[in-house]
Structure formats: structure tokens, C-alpha cells
């Protein structure tokens, strides 16, 4: 309806309400990090994913999920180096093959972040 707000309003809403319900947790601050980039918040984007890089994991959250937001939000935000670093950094952690210790649904979501990363930062 013409009154209904932005989805991405209510979308980064709900992010920022997880990061302040729960402080220093990587999944919710890396969910905030994604949303960010997903509506075009780049440097905000940016520091959230560092902040949930920075802070203690659960060692089923893979890591390279965040590096390889961080590496797609880099190059947008036109630092190529950064972002050639964070892509390899997450295809280290992400691994050639799939892993016994990840879900199927963890696999699948990471080779579609890798792929997305990849063909963003070649282009």
C-alpha cells in the first residue's frame, strides 16, 4: 500500500535491533554487515562486517561468509586490493572442497558467494 514502508527500511530495522539485543555477536553483526551491502549501504556495510570478523565465532559460522561480503563491499567501494585480499582470505577458509563439518546448506551459500564476489571484483 502507498502508506507500507520500505521493505529495506524495516529489513535494516530488524538487523540493527538483533546487533543491539545481543552485542559482540558475529552472526547478527555479520546479518546487519550483508543487509547493509545488500541495500547499498557500503561503508556502513563495511564496518559492520569488520566489527563481526573481530569478535568470537561459533566454529559452525563460517568466517569466509563475512570475508566474502567484505571482499564485494571493498570493491564497490573501489579498493581492489582490500578486496582481492578479503576474496582470497575467504576462498582459504571456505576450502576447494566441501567440508564433513558443514551443513549442505552452508556449502551451497558459500560457492554462491564465492561466485558472486568473483564475478564482481573481475569485472
Do not use: C, K
Amino acid at each position: 500500500s502507498p502508506d507500507a514502508q520500505d521493505e529495506d527500511e524495516i529489513t535494516i530495522e530488524l538487523a540493527w535491533q538483533a546487533v543491539e539485543s545481543s552485542t559482540g555477536n558475529h552472526e547478527y553483526l555479520g546479518g546487519l554487515g550483508a543487509t547493509l551491502f545488500r541495500v547499498g549501504e557500503y561503508a556502513d556495510a563495511a564496518e559492520q562486517l569488520r566489527a563481526a570478523l573481530r569478535e568470537p565465532r561459533d566454529p559452525r559460522q563460517p568466517a569466509a561468509y563475512y570475508h566474502y561480503f567484505l571482499a564485494m563491499t571493498e570493491q564497490v567501494l573501489g579498493n581492489q586490493d582490500a578486496a582481492i585480499e578479503s576474496l582470497t582470505t575467504a576462498n582459504l577458509l571456505a576450502g576447494a572442497r566441501p567440508s564433513a563439518r558443514r551443513s549442505w546448506n552452508q556449502q551451497v551459500t558459500l560457492e554462491l558467494l564465492r561466485a558472486e564476489a568473483e564475478d564482481l571484483i573481475a569485472e
